[in-house]
């Protein structure tokens, strides 16, 4: 188990800002309530404090609804949703869901999944969609890099198309979703370049990590740390049920990352991002300082 980053003597805090509760497998549970079930299972065995459920772009019985899950979660402090959007839906009605449930406050972010439907993030049919973020100071999550689906395309994937939306929506924060793998250094500019934009470490991998992909990517995300050089940047996401959980922390524990990076990526920088409240965490501060 990860130990704590400066600031206490007891095991780290850690946000896991980007798991979901679709059903992947036949083998998977067929419930969404014994898919929550085994989440919260897993948030207790590595030590979760929250975990970010992201709904997705599309609603099937293996793949519920934003509102499914708000319901199952109920008042469930330790979970926090993110709303996937669908360009295929009405847009007057999307819009009009996400503002009740955004004015309501039931949902901590947006997600939108470039690849698996064909757009791009710069599309001006999103504007309505970035302003709605902007006036409730949610984030905009943003499939970036492979794709799960191999019918998805990745051109609409590429973290550089980001580049574009953040310059254009600048009161509009944006995380990266998956660090662009494998487009690792593209990724790291639009962090790098643009105040708005963060990223997220989540589903480099299919389950736990085999040691010769794993050496890789830590090549990778240490070249990310020492590129970005900013402990407010990188935001740690396992993508479970995708990936491992317990495997991703061990992971992260052997990044070569400075105390502020560690303590950063594990969870303040989630808590600040999407504006959660800590109980307990030592100077935890509350909002996206720069668009509060």
């Given at each position: 188990m990860l130990r704590a980053t400066r600031g206490s003597g007891g095991p780290a805090l850690v946000i896991d800002c980007h798991t979901h509760?679709?059903?992947?497998?036949?083998?998977?549970?067929?419930?969404?309530?014994?898919?929550?079930?085994?989440?919260?299972?897993?948030?207790?065995?590595?030590?979760?404090?929250?975990?970010?459920?992201?709904?997705?772009?599309?609603?099937?019985?293996?793949?519920?609804?934003?509102?499914?899950?708000?319901e199952l979660v109920g008042n469930d402090a330790r979970?926090?949703?993110v709303a996937g959007v669908r360009l295929g839906r009405d847009r007057a009605e999307e819009l009009a869901e996400l503002r009740e449930l955004l004015e309501a406050g039931r949902i901590k972010g947006l997600k939108l999944y470039p690849g698996y439907e064909p757009f791009y993030v710069h599309d001006a049919g999103l504007r309505e969609l970035y302003a709605l973020a902007g006036r409730f100071h949610v984030p905009v999550m943003i499939h970036t890099g492979?794709?799960?689906?191999p019918k998805a395309r990745v051109k609409y994937a590429h973290p550089l198309t980001v580049d574009e939306a953040a310059v254009e929506f600048p009161d509009?924060?944006?995380?990266?979703?998956?660090?662009?793998?494998?487009?690792?250094?593209?990724a790291m500019e639009v962090v790098y370049k643009n105040a708005n934009v963060y990223a997220d470490i989540s589903g480099l991998t299919l389950g736990a990590f085999e040691e010769r992909f794993e050496r890789?990517?830590?090549?990778?995300?240490?070249?990310?740390?020492?590129?970005?050089?900013?402990?407010?940047?990188l935001l740690f996401g396992s993508d479970w049920p995708i990936s491992d959980i317990g495997s991703y922390l061990d992971f992260t524990r052997r990044l070569d990352a400075t105390p502020e990076e560690r303590e950063g990526l594990l969870w303040r920088n989630a808590a600040r991002v999407f504006r959660l409240e800590l109980e307990g965490a030592p100077g935890a501060t509350h909002g996206d300082d720069r668009t509060a």
């Amino acid at each position: 188990m990860l130990r704590a980053t400066r600031g206490s003597g007891g095991p780290a805090l850690v946000i896991d800002c980007h798991t979901h509760l679709n059903r992947y497998t036949p083998e998977a549970p067929a419930t969404l309530a014994e898919r929550y079930a085994l989440l919260r299972a897993e948030m207790e065995t590595h030590g979760i404090r929250q975990a970010l459920v992201l709904s997705s772009y599309a609603v099937t019985p293996e793949r519920p609804s934003t509102r499914d899950i708000l319901e199952l979660v109920g008042n469930d402090a330790r979970i926090g949703v993110v709303a996937g959007v669908r360009l295929g839906r009405d847009r007057a009605e999307e819009l009009a869901e996400l503002r009740e449930l955004l004015e309501a406050g039931r949902i901590k972010g947006l997600k939108l999944y470039p690849g698996y439907e064909p757009f791009y993030v710069h599309d001006a049919g999103l504007r309505e969609l970035y302003a709605l973020a902007g006036r409730f100071h949610v984030p905009v999550m943003i499939h970036t890099g492979d794709t799960y689906a191999p019918k998805a395309r990745v051109k609409y994937a590429h973290p550089l198309t980001v580049d574009e939306a953040a310059v254009e929506f600048p009161d509009v924060t944006f995380v990266l979703c998956h660090l662009g793998n494998p487009w690792f250094a593209d990724a790291m500019e639009v962090v790098y370049k643009n105040a708005n934009v963060y990223a997220d470490i989540s589903g480099l991998t299919l389950g736990a990590f085999e040691e010769r992909f794993e050496r890789f990517a830590l090549g990778k995300v240490n070249e990310a740390l020492a590129y970005i050089n900013n402990p407010d940047k990188l935001l740690f996401g396992s993508d479970w049920p995708i990936s491992d959980i317990g495997s991703y922390l061990d992971f992260t524990r052997r990044l070569d990352a400075t105390p502020e990076e560690r303590e950063g990526l594990l969870w303040r920088n989630a808590a600040r991002v999407f504006r959660l409240e800590l109980e307990g965490a030592p100077g935890a501060t509350h909002g996206d300082d720069r668009t509060a």
